[in-house]
T-cell receptor
Framework: AQSVTQLDSQVPVFEEAPVELRCNYS??????LFWYVQYPNQGLQLLLK??????LVESINGFEAEFNKSQTSFHLRKPSVHISDTAEYFC?????????????????FGQGTRLTINP | DSGVTQTPKHLITATGQRVTLRCSPR?????VYWYQQSLDQGLQFLIQ???????AKGNILERFSAQQFPDLHSELNLSSLELGDSALYFC????????????FGPGTRLLVL
């Protein structure tokens, strides 16, 4: 079964500093990868996803993530963070082999990384 | 606002009781997913329905069951509740099956005393 490891449970950074949130997944077979963000007292929102193609994917608010198959990683980065980026970030993986069988989309989430931005 | 609604927002009940959580997907979405978020287990996939049919099952206990109705809303039934069932329960929806984006509701916070 797939598993996802987010190496840091909490990441404090100063405003306008760069940040990297690390994510590793268990399998070297083909997978789909996602980053979701959960703002305080809200549900999850998709930040970005990798399905195929370019290994570098970007979100509309300046985050990017790079799929590295050899290292089974999908780290999330932002060159300059803002106070509004304070949230919990979840990395998730979905096994594409589930899809042809029954159209199943099972997301396996990491434990989350709480990003705190200090002024 | 994702367009996914969940009721109730909060629920407090006692051990041994039964509760029903309700989810209305975004207009036009046929797939509904249920997730449980707890401090010790993190965010876990429970079950997926597509157009009324169960499509995938995750770590869902036998005491839990779900269904999707013809109007596409879904209900998650939790019975014989235990203290450890206290968690945030999320519903998500997507257009169909495949890798479409899942849109999450605000969640129902369940507290079992």
């Amino acid at each position: 079964a797939q598993s996802v490891t987010q190496l840091d449970s909490q990441v404090p950074v100063f405003e306008e500093a760069p940040v990297e949130l690390r994510c590793n997944y268990s399998s070297s077979v083909s997978v789909y990868l996602f980053w979701y963000v959960q703002y305080p007292n809200q549900g999850l929102q998709l930040l970005l996803k990798y399905l195929s193609g370019s290994t570098l994917v970007e979100s509309i608010n300046g985050f990017e993530a790079e799929f590295n198959k050899s290292q089974t990683s999908f780290h999330l980065r932002k060159p300059s963070v803002h106070i509004s980026d304070t949230a919990e970030y979840f990395c998730a993986v979905s096994d594409p082999s589930d899809l042809p069988l029954r159209g199943a989309q099972k997301l396996v989430f990491g434990q989350g990384t709480r990003l705190t931005i200090n002024p | 606002d994702s367009g996914v609604t969940q009721t109730p927002k909060h629920l407090i009940t006692a051990t041994g009781q039964r509760v029903t959580l309700r989810c209305s997907p975004r207009s036009g979405d046929l797939s509904v997913y249920w997730y449980q978020q707890s401090l010790d287990q993190g965010l876990q996939f429970l079950i997926q329905y597509y157009n009324g049919e169960e499509r995938a099952k995750g770590n869902i206990l036998e005491r839990f069951s779900a269904q999707q109705f013809p109007d596409l809303h879904s209900e998650l039934n939790l019975s014989s509740l235990e203290l450890g069932d206290s968690a945030l329960y999320f519903c998500a929806s997507s257009v169909g099956v495949g890798m479409e984006t899942q849109y999450f509701g605000p969640g129902t916070r369940l507290l079992v005393l």
